[in-house]
């Protein structure tokens, strides 16, 4: 069966870490402790980078990328790149937009009723166990804490599981980061059975981008963990086709043999999967390895993004050509998340006009279909 896997990663991979062997590059340790975080190092794989700029910018808003995660970008310049523009710093972080702002959701302050928990929605809450990631997305919505030490510690757990039980009306726990799956494994399974035990929580689930930066994090020993509890949802993190490769699926096998449910938020980003070719390969590209397409998020009004920033109308018509030309299964909701209102779902403009007849579904890509009775 056809894998929509990146074809430069292992010619990449040889090209920049030729002295690596499988056992090094294969622990996760290893891409922790080798992570790229400044120019100087970046520069000894990509020449013709602009290390200035790339300093300039990083002193506002830092920079991390694991060697794996480097191996997926194809081309010589990374600002090139559809999968280096996520992660490299761009000068363009500098424009000025006065819609956007560092923490548009309030969540430091107004929104987290306690440390390390968010609540945006009154039947769920988003826990924050770290604000450490393996690299660092450009346009990420929580770049609030990215030079914060915020770490979720036992005492706070036991207010979080506190809050729970003082809020039966909460039946879902989001854990998110920073990335959780990098934090210490006997403390993710006291988190998990911590909340486990609220009678009130029904459903945890997991925001991570491991699958995409970090896929060796997914080791035998996580997969011991998961399986003690259900249900667990595994939200990923794919923006383009070219981050999955077959280290990606042994990941998501060992997450599907732990009981796990996975499905994908993606970010319409400008010059880097806003087309319809781009956006159909990654849907299939995740359906191909049992991951379900859940939102695509038009960006959040994050400081330093409006260089990832297209016209709504432009998702529309993306999701226009996604629906009918390729399997329900496949086709995301293309949301905005209003810092005041919400996901709000955007849809293209179906008319349906009634007459003595019946029903005609017009102005579908200039087709016309009249149902009867």
Not at 3 to 21: L, W
Not at 24 to 42: A, E, G, M, P
Not at 215 to 232: A, E, T, Y
């Amino acid at each position: 069966m056809k894998k929509i896997f990146n074809p430069e990663y292992r010619y990449n991979r040889q090209k920049r870490f030729p002295d690596i062997p499988d056992e090094k590059w294969n622990n996760w340790q290893w891409q922790i402790d080798n992570r790229i975080t400044d120019s100087t190092k970046l520069k000894t794989y990509f020449s013709n980078i602009d290390t200035e700029a790339i300093e300039s910018v990083a002193k506002c808003f830092s920079f991390s990328v694991t060697p794996y995660f480097l191996s997926l970008i194809n081309d010589d310049i990374p600002l090139n790149d559809p999968v280096g523009k996520q992660v490299i710093p761009d000068i363009r972080e500098f424009q000025k937009d006065s819609r956007l702002i560092l923490d548009p959701f309030k969540e430091e302050k107004e929104r987290s009723p306690i440390p390390g928990v968010v609540q945006r929605y009154p039947d769920r809450i988003i826990l924050v166990t770290t604000n450490f990631c393996p690299a660092k997305c450009r346009y990420c919505t929580r770049k609030w804490n990215w030079d914060k030490c915020q770490f979720l510690t036992s005492e706070m757990l036991k207010d979080v599981v506190a809050y729970l039980k003082i809020h039966p009306e909460i039946r879902e726990v989001i854990i998110t980061g920073g990335e959780p799956f990098l934090l210490n494994l006997e403390f993710l399974d006291s988190i998990l059975s911590a909340i486990s035990s609220v009678d009130s929580i029904e459903v945890i689930r997991i925001g991570s981008r491991i699958l995409s930066f970090l896929p060796q994090r997914i080791s035998d020993d996580v997969v011991s963990i998961l399986s003690k509890f259900s249900p667990i949802w595994i939200v990923t993190h794919f923006n383009h086709p070219n981050e999955f490769t077959s280290d990606t699926e042994k990941a998501v096998k060992k997450l599907l043999r732990a009981g796990c449910a996975l499905c994908n938020q993606s970010v319409l980003l400008k010059g880097i999967n806003d087309s319809v070719d781009v956006m159909k390969n990654l849907v299939h590209a995740l359906q191909n390895i049992l991951i379900k397409p859940y939102y695509i998020f038009h960006p959040d009004l994050i400081e330093g993004t409006s260089h990832f920033r297209g016209d709504i109308e432009d998702g529309i018509q993306i999701m226009k050509k996604l629906r009918g030309y390729t399997g329900g299964i496949c086709v995301p909701y293309y949301v905005v998340d209003l810092p005041e209102g919400g996901k709000v779902p955007l849809l293209p403009e179906y008319v349906l006009k009634k007459d003595e007849n019946g029903i005609l579904f017009s102005n579908y890509e200039g087709m016309e279909v009249v149902y009867k009775g």
